[in-house]
């Protein structure tokens, strides 16, 4: 009879013994004693066919290292990088050779040639990268864990609150296995069981770490998705990397010219074209960077959760699981039904933002590629309708934070620029950006051919208040001089001679 047989009891049971050693260590034989006490058969359980040791292990440290990680940040951020690297790598990520290296380099360096003569904003002056997907999720990770932090904060506790409310008879965070009593494994977060590494966390902080980590997979899923699909550092139009630099990942180029008519070589020019502009943009104009991720904190921090509709999607969902409780919260529907008015004015203005972006962007690439590319029209067009589509992964940052990073008028903004650029040249059109109070508008982006007469009214206008600030100032340091005359008038103040005035010679 081989071992694996029901009707050998010994053989069974030290079996389970050997697994419960590799669980338990020399807490084994304390286990099987609790089992007996409470009326199970350890060798019938054994017979019944039990689950391989090593995978049991691996699944029980897996779930504790995701609530045992330092720290009570909204967003976990140690499982958000494990599960965009795995994500990133899922449909391959070779090594870059010499030759994509330098083929990235080379179009960069052509670029920022190309681009002198199309704006008078100066080189970025970063470095030039050729990345790999991980290497761009690396890069750009701690961004996307800024953006979503407020969200997350939101998302973690209301999600520990649902789930608290799902569990019978209070919380009872025990860990249990089919075929072994309730408690074996003992409870999380309580010394003793296999949640003594927790360090005694109370169940409602081991339920807002859970929801740290559901929050931290879903942002990994996000930006290692992401990571297939981008062509540099700036495709969303927000900046991504902590300083200036620009970015091609050279597997996701040849992806993407893969079928065109277009050689490979023009593609990747038209597309170092588009992230050299950009990063132009965020390093000239400084106010561009933080006016933007403003509006993303500004818009999220205003975010409410949906708790009806939240318990809707994880009730039936294994709160033990928390890859089943991220695919429940990807398909988004948890946020407030009804933004506020001001939400909708901040959308607004993030909305109209990411289209100034991304068409000062279109049309400054437009100017520089036309004279060398022989189908930078098609290009141009190509890459229009890719960014008003969007893709998989920013529908699901759309569910993380509740927006779409999508210029939906980067069209109107594109003409607005051409407009200008027709009436005032190159320095007209880059002179937009002089200060955020005379950024276009909603109202411009509708009637782009009115907006130079409405700047140069408001341009006209700002004479009269430099005159009567000029009147003001000049009010006050005459009135400063008749102060001084008359303090030089009282007793005891000297005259000309340096005597006092009262005194007869």
């Known amino acids: 009879m081989t071992p694996d047989q029901p009707g050998d009891g010994a053989d ?58 330092p720290g009570d940040g909204p967003v976990n951020t140690d499982v958000a990088h494990d599960l965009a690297r795995q994500v990133a790598v899922a449909e391959g990520d070779p090594s870059l050779t010499g030759g994509q290296v330098r083929e990235v380099t080379e179009a960069l360096t052509v670029a920022e040639l190309w681009l002198d003569a199309a704006t008078g904003l100066p080189p970025s002056g970063g470095p030039k990268h050729a990345w790999s997907r991980s290497e761009w999720v690396e890069a750009t990770l701690p961004a996307w864990n800024a953006l979503v932090a407020p969200v997350a904060s939101s998302m973690a506790d209301a999600l520990a609150t649902v ?48 929801g740290s980590a559901v929050f931290g997979m879903q942002v990994g899923h996000a930006a290692g998705t992401l990571s297939r699909e981008v062509f540099g550092a700036t495709d969303v139009g927000l900046p991504l990397l902590p300083g200036p630099g620009t ?5 996701n180029v040849a992806a993407f010219a893969d079928g065109l008519d277009a050689p490979a070589d023009e593609v990747r020019l038209f597309l170092a074209l588009r992230e050299a502009a950009h990063a132009r943009l965020f390093a000239h104009v400084p106010w561009v960077r933080a006016h933007l991720l403003g509006l993303v904190e500004q818009y999220a921090r205003g975010i409410t959760i949906d708790l009806d509709a939240l ?26 039904l009804q933004p ?13 933002a990411l289209a100034l972006v991304e068409g000062w962007v279109d049309e400054v690439t437009a100017q520089a590629a036309l004279p060398h590319l022989p ?18 992964a920013e529908h699901t940052f759309a569910s993380l934070v509740g927006l779409e990073l999508r210029p939906r008028r980067s069209r109107d903004a594109a003409a607005l620029f051409s407009r200008v650029a027709l009436a005032g040249g190159t320095e007209g059109r880059d002179a937009v950006w002089d200060h955020p109070d005379l950024l276009p508008g909603p109202v411009d982006l509708d009637d782009p051919a009115g907006y130079l ?7 006209t206008a700002h004479p009269d208040v430099d005159a009567a600030l000029a009147q003001i100032f000049a009010a006050g340091d005459a009135d400063a001089g008749d102060a001084g005359a008359a ?3 009282e007793p005891g103040a000297e005259g000309p001679d340096g005597g006092s005035p009262d005194r007869q010679d």
């Open 375 to 392: 189908h930078a029209v098609a290009l141009r067009e190509m890459l229009r309708r890719r960014r008003a589509a969007g893709g998989p």
């Open 163 to 210: 789930l608290a409310d799902q569990m019978p008879g209070g919380m009872d965070l025990s860990i249990e296995m089919p075929g072994m009593p309730a408690g074996a494994l003992g409870p999380l977060g309580v010394g003793g069981g296999l949640g003594g590494g927790l360090g005694g966390l109370d169940p409602a902080q081991l339920l807002r770490r859970l």
């Open 247 to 251: 970015v091609l990942l050279p597997s």
């Open 487 to 489: 303090d030089a008038g």
């Open 453 to 459: 007469a409405r700047r140069e009214a408001q341009s």
């Open 12 to 69: 069974n049971e030290r079996m389970l013994r050997e697994m419960l050693q590799q669980l338990f260590g020399d807490r084994a034989d304390e286990v099987l004693a609790q089992m007996r006490a409470q009326g199970f058969d350890p060798a019938a359980l054994a017979g019944a066919g039990m689950p391989d040791p090593a995978t049991v292990q691996q699944a029980l440290a897996q779930v504790q290292r995701m609530l045992a990680t």
């Open 311 to 336: 318990e809707q999607q994880v009730r039936d969902v294994d709160p033990s699981d928390p890859d089943a409780l991220r695919r429940a919260l990807a398909g988004g529907g948890v946020f407030g």
């Open 340 to 352: 506020t008015e001001d939400q909708k004015a901040t959308l607004l203005r993030l909305e109209t």
